[in-house]
């Protein structure tokens, strides 16, 4: 049987068990504390978190 894969997808053994976390909730409040944008650095690259105009968020590179 062929399996039907992206060429760039991962054998799912290469990556190892599936590790369980606990999520956590933060409120948007208390993560904006006040403000209408937040920066997120993650992995070297910067994220931008906003509030848009109609109480949305959205998060851009």
């Not at 948007?28 to 993650?42: A, V």
């Not at 690259?45 to 959205?58: C, D, F, N, P």
């Amino acid at each position: 049987m062929i399996e039907n894969r992206h060429p760039n997808s991962v054998p799912r053994r290469a990556l190892g068990p599936p590790v369980k976390t606990a999520s956590k909730r933060v409120g948007s409040g208390e993560l904006m504390q006040g403000t209408r944008e937040l920066i997120i650095e993650h992995s070297g690259a910067e994220y931008r978190l906003r509030i848009t105009s109609k109480g949305k968020l959205i998060l851009t590179k």
